[in-house]
């Protein structure tokens, strides 16, 4: 049997992802940001835990809050037609399924909001991890602190 990296070992703890090297990864905005705009602070990062996900056959998902506010953070931050860009490019793609939020997750996520004590935490997040929640899954891909803070496991913790 060949010997894990560093990196490969981090997977041995099977409560970081939902078993084995296949598991459910939640998008978060900031992820997007971070792949799309090529001087963000994470950029490097998210392309390394996007092409590692992408390898361990991940399957992705992301809400329609996310995808409205990745439109917004793009416009504001890069420009008006990367946010187009990103809606036409998101329409056309096959390897990120689109969750659209229900009563039920909108509902848990107001639970969440109330019981968050840090002002920084926004009810996008809080949709996320009502998601997480109800479909049982463990992994995020987000550099947002408010994940781990709430029990989930963040991409971004991945040591490469």
């Not at 090529?38 to 809050?65: G, V």
């Not at 793609?93 to 639970?111: D, F, G, S, T, W």
């Not at 004590?117 to 408010?146: G, H, P």
Request: include cysteine; aromatic fraction near 14%.
């Amino acid at each position: 049997m060949a010997k894990k990296n560093k990196f490969e070992a981090q997977f041995e703890d099977k409560s970081l992802f939902n078993g084995d090297y296949y598991f459910d990864v939640l998008i978060d905005t900031d992820a997007f940001v971070a792949l799309i705009k090529k001087n963000d602070n994470n950029h490097k990062r998210a392309e390394k835990i996007s092409d590692f996900l992408t390898k361990k056959s991940s399957s992705f998902y992301t809400t329609n809050f996310v995808f409205s506010e990745t439109i917004t953070v793009l416009s504001q931050r890069v420009d008006h037609q990367t946010a187009i860009n990103f809606i036409d490019d998101f329409k056309n793609l096959k390897e990120v399924n689109l969750i659209r939020v229900n009563e039920e997750i909108e509902e848990m996520a107001i639970k969440i909001f109330k019981n968050q004590i840090s002002k920084n935490v926004s009810f996008v997040d809080c949709i996320n991890m009502a998601v997480l929640k109800r479909y049982k899954w463990n992994t995020i891909f987000s550099f947002d602190k408010v994940y781990r803070k709430n029990g989930f496991k963040p991409a971004s913790v991945l040591k490469f």
